[in-house]
């Protein structure tokens, strides 16, 4: 398999993701992330492939869990990886994790430069 969507079926931009994949007829692997936490190699993987300088920028900073954890003022980018794979409501959605690279789908149209 080829590509995976970490997917949360209540959100509308993952919904949004799915559809994409969908009508275009790509063979996909769902992840339900919040079922299935990811390890923290997995996050590292994923973090790299987007290409971003901190773990940070893949978090969900609004979320609650977020504040309570006080992970505003965490500078260890192991904690924060730890934080999300320990609470994977914190991991931004949706995500298209292809063969060479990765797309947050906000916008949904990100996605299209790992579909090609």
Known sequence: MSLQLYHNPRCSKSRAALSLLE??????????YLNHAPSTDQIKRII????LSSARDLMRRGESVYKELGLAS???EEALVQAMSANPILIERPILLGPDGAAIGRPTENLLRILG
Do not use: I, N, P
């Open 23 to 32: 009508e275009r007829g790509e063979v996909f692997e769902t992840v339900l």
């Open 48 to 51: 790299a492939l987007l290409g």
């Open 74 to 76: 965490e500078t260890d």
